[in-house]
Each structure stands twice: as structure tokens, then as C-alpha cells.
């Protein structure tokens, strides 16, 4: 059993919580998290637990926050005379049945209520409605981001499931196939992402206008042209920015200041992108011909490798397409809606600024709403706390040693590391690059990132996006071929290297370094 040490001691909420093997969510919050952006991390547990409901498994995912830092545990209960493989076998028959589904349910059904709970929680009255009004509002604010939540897990079950099972078929048609190969038959294809690259190139553009360019160097008044083309971005794609999980973390819409330093870098650069992707079109063209003639003579395998490649190319996309609308969009309408209320309470004196309340509590804040009751002194004493915790390196696995039988595509395995100057992970995205490594942890390191450096990071979203035209690659600590990182560097034929696990605390900030992003190999130069 993984032991507590005396810098990061915990304890068992329930009882069976010690004999469950947790894990530090070391992709999506690699950060000591503040008291509010912990609950966050329970509202996307609700979110889990909606899933197997659907899916009718006996299976549950459960969250803590340990010293500020989330884990995640799983457990499930077998049937009568059932195996674990028998248990997970029938897992994947139950998601293999959403594959026919899932593009109809996300059109019909997941992006239409997910519009109105947004619209709802940025409706809210929050500076003029009476206390007793908005603390319910609060609650039912929390209620249906959690609800969108509860989509996330549902609707990506058929997507993920279906390019597993390309990646099998595919790897099983051809033994050699590199870990990430299979998937260029679907890179290309995330019209999200697509959407952002094409407007930022159009804003980059624009700031290599000298007037633009002037007034960003100067701090003054954006041309009016500018800033209504600037605005018209943060309507459609303000809501992405934030690097991890974190209720904390602002987006573009609320600090347009991170976006304008990544556009400066831009200026007057094209990103090539429709060249890109015909590359990419002409690259899965080859590939496809080439596994299709090693099923010329299996008429039955080759017919199921095309059903299965058909649906892969229809509902993959969500794969990535739900972090724009969901992870993304529903943690800047939340943070928003917070810090609004945030706003109200410090006119109160309930708090001093706005940002004090992400050092309380999502159950305190009805009561501080409704009786404006002075916490400055609990914020404080929060906000200590809060700052070492920052400062510990947790432990990856705290209860029982985490389970044998590696992890799937996603999650990506934790490979031994062979030598202080080479770091092997999962190579995610194709192609071979030199450049200096930049440690990138938070948003405030991407302004030291220029163009030709390879960022170093836990791991990336689209949020990162502006980067990744002009970075020459990316190694993150974790993920598999599967991975928001490895997707979205796909999507921009940026090499990288995955799950590497440790790369940013082994590679020095500034070190020359290169990747290839084919065999997962990172060499210190």
C-alpha cells in the first residue's frame, strides 16, 4: 500500500478509501487547486458517475483533494461468477453501442442544452438580484454546469470508443504501425480547432499593421477596425485560455492580455493552415491505401476496418470537440458567473476583491450571499495554505499501488526512463525537431515562449492553440495517443511526445533538446 509521508498526510473520507489505488490527475489539475476549484473537481465527478448510469455498468469514478491536489480512484462491482475481463468486456460492448448514436445525440441533443445552460447562467442578474434570489442562483448555477458535465462523459464514450477500436484494427493489420499512426486517418477533421487557427491567422494579420502594432507596444487604445475584429474572436472563442482544470485560471474573454501577447508573436505569420491540412488529406490517403492492401484477401476484415474508419471519421472529431465546448466553455462560464458574485460580496465587505472567493467553499457561499457575514480573516488564513501546498510535489499514487495492466490510449502508459539525457514517452504526433525546451506550467510562462522553442509542459488543450503555430514542438508529462495533447498537436503537424512523465522536471528551462515525435524519444543535446 502507497504510504502518506509527513508533507502530504491524508485521510480517508469513507471507509474501503484506503484499499482503492488514487490517482493524481496530473493531466487536467497538475496544481495545488484553491478551496473552489477543488469543488470544481467534484462537479466533474458527478459528471463520471452520469456515464456508467447511462451505460448501466456497476462502475464508479470517484474524486478527493488531498493537500489541494485531486485524485481519482475507480472501483466496480462484478456479477455473479464474473471476471474482470468478462466485467470489461461487457464495458466495451456497452460503448461500442454508442458509436451509432453519438452523432445524433451531440447535434440534437448535447450542443442545444449546453447553449441553454450557458445562456442561463450568463443571464443571471447577479449585481441587481436580491440576496435571498441569488444565493439560489448560485447553487442552481453550480447545478447546471454540472449538468453539462454529465454530457461531457455520455457524449464522448461512442467517439473514444470507435478510434480505439480503429487503432486495433489498423495496428492489427499492420504489427509495425508507430502508436499514434492509426490516427492521422482522422487528423484534420476537428472543425473547432480549425475555427480558432483561421480566425487567429486573420487577427495576426492585423496586428502587423503599424497602428496595431504601435498601440499594442504603447498600451493605448486598440483602431477601432482591430478592436471590433478582436471582439468578434472573444464572442465566438473567448471562452478558451485557461491551460488546466482550473476554476482559477481566467480566459481569453476576461484577460484578452494573454491572447494579444501570443498574436504579437504571429504578426504577419501565416500558419499555412490550408496547406497543412491537404498535406494531412494526401498523408491518410497513403496510409488507408496501404492497410486496405494488406486486407485485400480478408473481403469480411477489410469491410469492418471501413464501417469502423467511416465512423471514426464522423464522431473522432468529439474527441477534441467536446474540450472546446465543455471543459473549456463550461469552466469560463462558471469562473465568470464566480467572479461576479465575487464582485458583489467584496461591495459587501464580505470579502476584500473579487478573486477571495475562490478560497471558500461552494456550500459557504449561500449563507455569506444572503447575510454578507465578514470572512477576510478565513480567506487569509485559506489563501497561506493554499500557497504551500503550491510548493509540494505530491505523490502520484496514494492507497494501493495502482492497478497492473496498463492504461488505455488516452491516459498512455509510464515507460522507464533509460538515461539522465534521453526521456522516452508515447511518440503522439509525427516528425523530428530541434529547439530550446521551454517549461511551460501555467499561463504565465507561455510569454517566454518564441518561436522555434519546444514547449514542456504537464500537458495542453486547445486553449494552447495560438502556441502551437509557432512552437516547433511539444513534450508533456502525460497523455497517450489519445490525449487532448496529442490530438491537438496532430491537428497542427507539431512533432510530440506524450507521457513522458517527468519531462519538466528533467529538462531544464532554455536546454537544447530534440524530439521525435514518431518513436517517443527526447534527447537532451
Not at 480566425?199 to 494579420?205: C, I, K, Q, Y
Request: charged residues 25%; aromatic residues 8%.
Amino acid at each position: 500500500m502507497a504510504t502518506e509521508t509527513s508533507d502530504f498526510p491524508v485521510t480517508w473520507r469513507e471507509p474501503g478509501d484506503a484499499e482503492l489505488s488514487w490517482e493524481w490527475d496530473d493531466m487536467h489539475m497538475p496544481n495545488a487547486l484553491a478551496p473552489l476549484a477543488q469543488d470544481y473537481a467534484h462537479v466533474v465527478e458527478q459528471g463520471f458517475a452520469y456515464r456508467y448510469v447511462r451505460l448501466e455498468m456497476p462502475f464508479e469514478v470517484l474524486a478527493r483533494v488531498w493537500n489541494g491536489y485531486a485524485y481519482f480512484a475507480s472501483r466496480r462491482s462484478l456479477a455473479d461468477g464474473e471476471s474482470d475481463d468478462d466485467f470489461y468486456a461487457r464495458m466495451i460492448a456497452r460503448r461500442r453501442e454508442q458509436v451509432p448514436i453519438a452523432a445524433a445525440y451531440w447535434r440534437d441533443q448535447a450542443l442545444p442544452d449546453l447553449k441553454a445552460a450557458y445562456a442561463w447562467v450568463d443571464a443571471v442578474p447577479v449585481e441587481s438580484m436580491p440576496a435571498a434570489e441569488l444565493a439560489g442562483a448560485w447553487d442552481e448555477a453550480w447545478h447546471r454546469i454540472e449538468r453539462c458535465w454529465r454530457i461531457h462523459f455520455y457524449a464522448i464514450t461512442g467517439p473514444y470508443q470507435v478510434l480505439d477500436d480503429l487503432a486495433d484494427a489498423y495496428e492489427a493489420a499492420k504489427p509495425d504501425a508507430t502508436p499514434g499512426e492509426a490516427l492521422r486517418l482522422v487528423q484534420g477533421l476537428v472543425e473547432e480547432l480549425r475555427s480558432v487557427e483561421e480566425e487567429l491567422d486573420r487577427l495576426a494579420v492585423r496586428v502587423a499593421d503599424p497602428d496595431v502594432a504601435d498601440a499594442l507596444r504603447g498600451g493605448q487604445a486598440l483602431p477601432a477596425a482591430f478592436q471590433a475584429a478582436l471582439d468578434a474572436f472573444l464572442e465566438r472563442h473567448g471562452h478558451l485560455g485557461q491551460s488546466f482544470d482550473d476554476l482559477t485560471l481566467a480566459s481569453w474573454i476576461e484577460e484578452p492580455a494573454l491572447l494579444l501577447a501570443e498574436l504579437g508573436k504571429r504578426a504577419g505569420r501565416s500558419s499555412n493552415a490550408a496547406q497543412r491540412r491537404d498535406e494531412m488529406q494526401r498523408e491518410a490517403a497513403a496510409l488507408l491505401a496501404d492497410v486496405r492492401e494488406r486486407l485485400a484477401s480478408e473481403p469480411a476484415t477489410l469491410r469492418r476496418f471501413d464501417e469502423t474508419l467511416a465512423h471514426a471519421r464522423q464522431i473522432g472529431p468529439l474527441t477534441e470537440g467536446h474540450n472546446y465546448w465543455i471543459d473549456r466553455m463550461a469552466q469560463s462560464r462558471l469562473r465568470r458567473f464566480v467572479v461576479r458574485v465575487g464582485a458583489r460580496l467584496a461591495r459587501d465587505g464580505v470579502i476584500d476583491e473579487p478573486a477571495d472567493i475562490f478560497y471558500l467553499h461552494r456550500t459557504e457561499l449561500p449563507a455569506l450571499i444572503r447575510d454578507a457575514a465578514d470572512v477576510r480573516h478565513l480567506v487569509h488564513d485559506r489563501r497561506e495554505t493554499h500557497q504551500r501546498q503550491a510548493a509540494i510535489r505530491p505523490p502520484r499514487v496514494v492507497g494501493a499501488p495502482a492497478e497492473t495492466g496498463g492504461p488505455g490510449r488516452f491516459d498512455g502508459p509510464r515507460l522507464e526512463q533509460p538515461s539522465e539525457n534521453e526521456i522516452r514517452g508515447v511518440g503522439a504526433s509525427a516528425g523530428v525537431v530541434r529547439g530550446a525546451a521551454r517549461v511551460t506550467l501555467s499561463p504565465a510562462d507561455f510569454d517566454r515562449i518564441q518561436p522555434g522553442d519546444i514547449i514542456v509542459c504537464p500537458s495542453s488543450n486547445p486553449s494552447w492553440v495560438p502556441l502551437f503555430a509557432v512552437a516547433a514542438g511539444l513534450v508533456t508529462n502525460t497523455g497517450g495517443v489519445l490525449s487532448h495533447a496529442a490530438v491537438v498537436a496532430r491537428e497542427f503537424a507539431l512533432p510530440a511526445v506524450v507521457g513522458t512523465g517527468d519531462a519538466t522536471l528533467r529538462i531544464p528551462d532554455g536546454r537544447l533538446i530534440e524530439i521525435d515525435g514518431t518513436t517517443g524519444s527526447v534527447r537532451l543535446l
